[in-house]
């Protein structure tokens, strides 16, 4: 009996890590995949300044009426650093792209726009953080594909590149771009 007891927390343990491991082999697990109780339900109503421009107010209407990029990103994000060029080269092939400058600086945001350049086709200026939390935000970068109904119909968390854009968006922007 007293042997059973000590083989005990030994069996437990090997009963947990053949757990852990059944569930972290699984052929659909994706540990950069984070849901969304946002797909298939519109953008959250919102009103916030533009970037770009202090004294202009935007709201859902003045969102592209067309299939459009909704992208989150921040100076202090390394990551949109790096996603940052594929993302002009989007907007220059005729991707409609808007930006969500997530708790950040404004004149930081501005001077970043200036140096790198500006694929965005206007930026909503969210400093507090509130239309990223109402879209649960997890960081930044995060990418939306948003219909022309402003409905959202796919989220991608990390670095837009050539592969994620092949891959995952460019298939269901151009669906949605069908009338």
Same mark, same amino acid.
């Given at each position: 009996? +007293?042997?059973?007891?000590?083989?005990?927390?030994?069996?437990?343990?090997?009963?947990?890590?053949?757990?852990?491991?059944?569930?972290? +082999?699984?052929?659909?697990?994706?540990?950069?995949?984070?849901?969304?109780?946002?797909?298939?339900?519109?953008?959250?109503? =919102?009103?916030?300044?533009?970037?770009?421009?202090?004294?202009?107010?935007? +709201?859902?209407?003045?969102?592209?009426?067309?299939? =459009?990029?909704?992208?989150?990103?921040?100076?202090? %994000?390394?990551? %949109?650093?790096?996603?940052?060029?594929?993302?002009?080269?989007?907007? !220059?092939?005729?991707?409609?792209?808007?930006?969500?400058?997530?708790?950040?600086?404004?004149?930081?945001?501005?001077?970043?726009?200036?140096?790198?350049?500006?694929?965005?086709?206007?930026?909503? =200026?969210?400093? !507090?953080?509130?239309?990223?939390?109402?879209?649960?935000?997890?960081?930044?970068?995060? +990418?939306?594909?948003?219909?022309?109904?402003?409905?959202?119909?796919?989220?991608?968390?990390?670095?837009?590149?050539?592969?994620?854009?092949?891959?995952?968006?460019?298939?269901?922007?151009?669906?949605?771009?069908?009338?």
């Amino acid at each position: 009996m +007293t042997r059973l007891k000590l083989m005990l927390p030994l069996l437990v343990f090997v009963l947990l890590a053949l757990v852990f491991w059944s569930v972290l +082999t699984r052929d659909h697990y994706d540990p950069q995949y984070l849901p969304s109780a946002l797909i298939g339900q519109p953008l959250p109503a =919102f009103s916030l300044m533009q970037l770009e421009d202090e004294a202009r107010v935007l +709201t859902l209407a003045d969102l592209p009426q067309q299939a =459009f990029l909704l992208n989150v990103w921040a100076t202090w %994000c390394i990551s %949109c650093r790096v996603e940052h060029p594929y993302l002009n080269r989007l907007a !220059q092939q005729g991707v409609a792209v808007v930006g969500l400058n997530y708790k950040d600086d404004r004149l930081k945001a501005l001077q970043w726009l200036d140096d790198l350049g500006n694929p965005y086709r206007f930026n909503l =200026f969210d400093p !507090q953080g509130r239309l990223g939390l109402d879209l649960g935000v997890y960081g930044a970068p995060e +990418t939306y594909l948003v219909d022309r109904h402003g409905v959202v119909r796919f989220k991608h968390v990390g670095v837009v590149d050539e592969q994620v854009w092949q891959e995952q968006l460019q298939p269901l922007y151009r669906e949605l771009q069908v009338p």
